[in-house]
């Protein structure tokens, strides 16, 4: 979000200090649906909202309350809740630390895509075969990128 350093609120920041008590709403709203928010700033203020199985009533409501403090709301129906794709990277951790390399590949919940992103450094194909075991499929992604810098156990959360 773009900021002003004169002390007084930019306009991005007056337009999210307006949609703040709408999203502090969403988790508590939606229960075990909650999935995720993320916003987008051009071309115009888009609040994205991820919910599991949204009702027509729920779409309507939510872009009824953006539109009322200047955003546009869009509502995108996932399949897994926060609380899921927490989960499964806890199973993803899980089986990263069983190999005992030393080394945590970069993951976590990616919200916009809705699963678990794994970002290993080198190919390791067992290690492959089990993190495909340990989550449904579609709620992972992977990805080999050779050279990328990897964290050590003792620093994952």
């Known amino acids: 979000m773009p900021s002003q350093d ?6 991005a920041e007056q337009a999210q ?12 709203r939606f229960g075990q649906r909650w999935a995720s928010v993320w916003l987008e700033w051009e071309p115009r203020h888009l609040v994205n909202i991820g919910v ?9 409501d939510l872009a009824a309350q953006a539109q009322a403090v200047g955003w546009v709301a869009r509502v995108v129906a996932v399949r897994y809740s926060e609380r899921d794709l927490r989960a499964f990277h806890e199973h993803v951790l899980d089986v990263i630390q069983r190999y005992g390399r030393g080394m945590v590949p970069l993951s976590g919940p990616d919200v916009r895509l809705n699963k678990v992103q794994v970002v290993l450094s080198g190919r390791d194909d067992e290690l492959v075969d089990d993190l495909i075991a340990a989550i449904p499929a579609d709620a992972l992604v992977i990805s080999v990128q050779p050279g990328i810098r990897v964290r050590p156990l003792a620093q994952v959360d």
């Open 6 to 11: 004169d002390g007084e609120p930019s306009e």
């Open 17 to 28: 200090n307006l949609l703040d008590p709408i999203l502090e709403s969403l988790k508590t």
């Open 52 to 60: 599991v199985e949204p009702t027509r009533g729920e779409i309507v």
